[in-house]
């Protein structure tokens, strides 16, 4: 594979020699570890902006909080550093619309951990980046890689465009779940993919098993699957190994691993199956991805599950998980999807 971050410019070189005022748009976590890893490239910024239906007079990091209409007002023109994520077409299509009148870029902090993809990041991983590139089983993955790859890079929207996919294609033509599956969620959340696995099977399935380490969503997912047949349920998180662990306790899917928080029981995978098979296997573990493939080395050497893990939560995943998997069973097939999102959330890796 070439150097595909050859001939590129990085995105925070792009704010950092840009002669135009630089706005954030969005609040939030995303947008304070764009504040944070600013600061350490000695980036300025000169005000902190909303979708017009959010603006009400906030403050955030000592800046008014103003509509697009606002700034146009008040600069000639101005780039934007987004700094929130979403999938809701209507928020895309308007993220789409700023940066058709004014230059944008995504900068690139993680979903979790403080690791941002610079120059350093690049150099330090550059030998695993170009290694997990062979291991795609097809060009599409490939592609998906290498812009995602750029897109990390230079924070550039255009390049997600073009390897944007919807599930159908991923559980049509990879995953093709059967009528008769054994399926284990890993981060159930409230049911909602269960309910993917469902419509994927034509309502049909030979047993479904859950874990979900919050209590609120647990509660959720307990109602969604009030009734069903052959499904067990655990409030569990998953992990490498069978201990305790401090979770945030954040409401919907950010409940995650953290230094400090509440403390929930986590399990391999191995140790919750002890040795029955299963045969599809979803992960959304909010960046605790390569400890739970370590949770699970016999369960993928000796029964090879379909898989549906999520690639993003930090940017090591893409093509650390991959080898990874690869590693332990290289009999699988592993294929990369992006469904619609902004930023690179929602990009998967399929292996079969």
């Not at 691993?257 to 299963?278: E, H, N, Y």
Request: net charge neutral; aromatic share 12%.
């Amino acid at each position: 594979m070439e150097n595909i971050l050859a001939a590129h410019k990085s995105v925070w070189d792009f704010f950092k020699n840009s002669q135009k005022p630089v706005i954030l748009y969005g609040m939030g976590d995303g947008a304070d570890k764009v504040i944070k890893a600013f600061e350490k490239y000695n980036i300025s910024v000169s005000g902190v902006m909303a979708s017009d239906d959010f603006v009400r007079g906030q403050s955030f990091h000592g800046f008014t909080v103003k509509k697009l209409g606002d700034f146009e007002k008040e600069f000639d023109d101005f780039c934007v550093a987004l700094c929130f994520a979403s999938s809701l077409d209507n928020v895309m299509a308007n993220i789409k619309r700023v940066s058709a009148m004014h230059p944008l870029r995504v900068p690139s902090v993680p979903a979790f951990g403080s690791v941002i993809f610079d120059d350093d990041f690049v150099q330090k991983y550059s030998e695993k980046i170009h290694g997990a590139y062979s291991l795609f089983a097809d060009e599409q993955s490939k592609s998906v890689y290498k812009n995602t790859l750029k897109f990390y890079y230079t924070g550039e929207l255009s390049l997600l465009d073009k390897i944007t996919t919807d599930k159908d294609e991923a559980f049509n033509t990879i995953v093709r779940l059967g009528k008769n599956e054994s399926y284990l969620d890993l981060g159930a959340y409230n049911g909602d993919t269960i309910e993917e696995f469902l419509h994927y099977t034509g309502g049909e399935y030979k047993d479904i098993t859950a874990l979900e380490p919050n209590a609120k969503n647990f509660k959720k997912l307990e109602k969604f699957c009030g009734g069903m047949k052959n499904v067990n349920i655990h409030m569990l998180g998953a992990y490498s190994k069978n201990t305790e662990l401090d979770f945030n306790n954040k409401a919907g899917r950010n409940s995650a691993i953290a230094d400090r928080g509440v403390k929930t029981r986590v399990m391999a995978t191995d140790s919750l199956l002890c040795g029955k098979s299963v045969s599809y296997i979803k992960a959304d573990v909010e960046g605790a991805d390569t400890e739970v493939i370590l949770g699970m080395k016999n369960t993928l050497k000796n029964f090879k599950p379909k898989l549906n893990f999520s690639a993003y939560h930090r940017f090591e995943d893409i093509f650390r998980l991959p080898q990874l998997i690869h590693g332990i069973n290289p009999d699988y097939k592993i294929y990369l999807r992006h469904h619609p999102y902004i930023p690179a959330w929602d990009t998967n890796l399929y292996c079969v």
